[in-house]
Each structure stands twice: as C-alpha cells, then as structure tokens.
Nanobody
Framework: QVRVVESGGGLVQAGGSLRLSCAAS????????VSWYRQAPGKQRDLVAI??????NYADSVKGRFTISRDNARNTVYLQMNSLKPENTAVYYC?????WGQGTQVTVSS
C-alpha cells in the first residue's frame, strides 16, 4: 500500500509558476513510476508528465514549461510548472505506482 498526498496548488496569474509536490509513504522504493495527471471540469483526466528510473516524459502541451523531478530521500516527486496558461487550470493528480492522491487544484487567471 502507498499513501499519496499532493500539495502546492493554488491561484496564479497567467505567466506565473507553481511547484506541486507529491509525497508518498508506505511501500516505497526508488525508481517507481510516478505520474502527474490533470483533469479540467467536464474533461477527461490527461497525463501531464511521468518519471521512472529510465527518465522523464511529458505531454506535448507542457514540454519546455513543466519539469518533473524526484527526491528519493524525501519520497517526493515535484512538478515545476512555469509560464502557466489559463488552460492549465485543472485538478492535478499524482499517481505513485498504482496509487492515486486526492488531487490539488491549480487555477490560472488571465
């Protein structure tokens, strides 16, 4: 079992930045696949970024603006989001291995 908790969401103006955190506890080991997803109102949940022992990957819409990273000592994965746009407004979810967090709201005002 893995407990996943996201934090760091909030309200930011377009062009601003936020850093989301995904902290995990339980059956954790380094190199586990961790993914960030987002879900806007009325839309499906979409993959934003992935980090594994092999590297990282991003949705085309966030490449060059978002960075996923991990701190194994803290069992935490981060999503640094720069140059935010109103269309990035969504609830952002972390999936650690097969376990989901509760999500954190990101709102980008124009």
């Amino acid at each position: 079992q893995v407990r996943v908790v996201e934090s760091g969401g909030g309200l930011v103006q377009a062009g601003g930045s936020l850093r989301l955190s995904c902290a995990a506890s339980g059956s954790i080991f380094s190199g586990q696949r961790v993914s960030w997803y987002r879900q806007a109102p009325g839309k499906q949940r979409d993959l934003v970024a992935i980090i594994t022992s092999a590297g990282t990957n991003y949705a085309d819409s966030v490449k060059g603006r978002f960075t996923i990273s991990r701190d194994n000592a803290r069992n935490t994965v981060y999503l640094q989001m720069n140059s935010l746009k109103p269309e990035n407004t969504a609830v952002y979810y972390c999936m650690w291995s097969a376990y989901w967090g509760q999500g954190t709201q990101v709102t980008v005002s124009s």
